[in-house]
């Protein structure tokens, strides 16, 4: 299965509480709900419901599995592609204190979180293993390498300090852009697939400036 990732985004990189205010303050994070004002247009909905459409199964980090779990169960509106996606396709948590994740079909992974994803996206089926949210457990994804691709959607925002998808620690990496769509609220959304890092530097040859690659 290929694993990809999805995430909304400020231009300050912080992925925390795009969905309401009380949705993640932890650390002190008052900016919560950025994403809401973005969210309205066809466009948008378009491009989630696309999302979920190519779900196999959803994996999860704690936090937001939990955040998912007090609200999705409610909407049971049979044309809503995200609530039935999220209700219905089978579902992965990654923690080591749950133990009755209390919504169907979920399986928790216990163990070490890059074996037990690595071991995941072994498994044959149709459909992706898809991240939503849960940025600690993206963030690990990515120092790994198991990440195939990012379908991330940036807001016109800056909210200075939150969690952020790419951490300091994370390892460098080039993307290829594989799509850009801009909606008619004003977000952008990218597909993004990891690349290899690459690095230049410009010199002066002949009395021209020029680019270089040098790795």
């Given at each position: 299965m290929r694993l990809?990732?999805?995430e909304f985004v400020t231009l300050d990189g912080v992925v925390q509480g795009p969905g309401s205010p009380d949705e993640d303050p932890s650390g002190g994070f008052a900016a919560g709900g950025w994403m809401v004002p973005y969210t309205s247009d066809a466009?948008?909905?378009?491009?989630?419901?696309?999302?979920?459409?190519?779900?196999?199964a959803l994996l999860f980090g704690r936090r937001t599995f939990e955040l998912m779990?007090?609200?999705?169960p409610q909407v049971d509106a049979p044309d809503d592609r995200t609530a039935v996606a999220l209700n219905t396709k089978p579902k992965y948590l990654v923690s080591?204190?749950?133990t009755e994740?209390?919504?169907?079909?979920?399986?928790?992974?216990?163990g070490d979180p890059v074996a037990a994803v690595a071991a995941l996206k072994e498994q044959p089926g149709e459909g992706e293993l898809q991240v939503h949210g849960s940025a600690r457990l993206a963030a690990t994804l990515h120092a790994a390498g198991l990440v195939d691709e990012y379908r991330l959607i940036w807001a016109p925002v800056t909210v200075g300090a939150g969690k952020r998808l790419f951490t300091p620690d994370a390892p460098p990496s080039g993307f290829t852009l594989v799509e850009s769509r801009t909606t008619a609220g004003g977000a952008l959304s990218t597909v993004l697939r990891p690349a290899e890092f690459r690095r230049g530097d410009v010199v002066v040859e002949d009395g021209r400036e020029v680019s270089r690659i040098v790795d």
């Open positions: 990809t990732v999805h466009d948008f909905g378009e491009i989630v419901d696309g999302w979920f459409a190519r779900a196999g779990r007090a609200f999705w080591r204190t749950v994740p209390g919504w169907d079909p979920t399986t928790v992974l216990a």
